[in-house]
């Protein structure tokens, strides 16, 4: 499966986001540009979309920055990927041909099966993962 760039910064600025989550603190655009190397100008055209699907909300001002709209538990992977990549997880067009409608079955069911496991992945998830110590031998 191939991630685009785009989707693969949403995920860890929303991520970044819900290790910081409290309800109320925000964290700055060029804070979360530095901790998860991303250019702040690509970012901030990513962080509008998470907006536009209520995932992150945004305060302006001197003390301003972004949060996520809701607890990182109640955030799934999904939801961001339909956010930036929607195309993503479109289900293809049924195939022409005599051997078409097995071929469409198969990548419906495939589809269907990513979009219910990313269904399950949820920010917390991501971020408690993120957070913990790796360990070298």
Request: with cysteine; proline share 5%; net charge neutral.
């Amino acid at each position: 499966m191939r991630v685009s760039q785009k989707l693969e910064y949403a995920c860890r600025a929303a991520v970044c986001l819900a290790k910081q989550y409290d309800g109320s603190t925000v964290v700055k655009l060029e804070d979360i540009a530095q901790r998860e190397d991303i250019s702040p100008s690509f970012l901030v055209q990513i962080l509008n979309e998470l907006k536009r699907s209520d995932i992150v909300d945004s305060k302006r001002g001197k003390a301003g920055g972004y949060v996520l709209a809701r607890p990182p538990a109640k955030i799934s992977l999904r939801e961001v990927v339909q956010a930036v990549e929607p195309g993503l997880l479109a289900t293809p067009a049924n195939s022409s041909g005599s051997s078409g409608p097995a071929v469409s079955n198969v990548w419906h069911d495939l589809s269907k099966s990513i979009s219910e496991r990313l269904g399950t992945i949820t920010l917390e998830a991501m971020a408690s993962e993120a957070g913990a110590p790796m360990y070298f031998i």
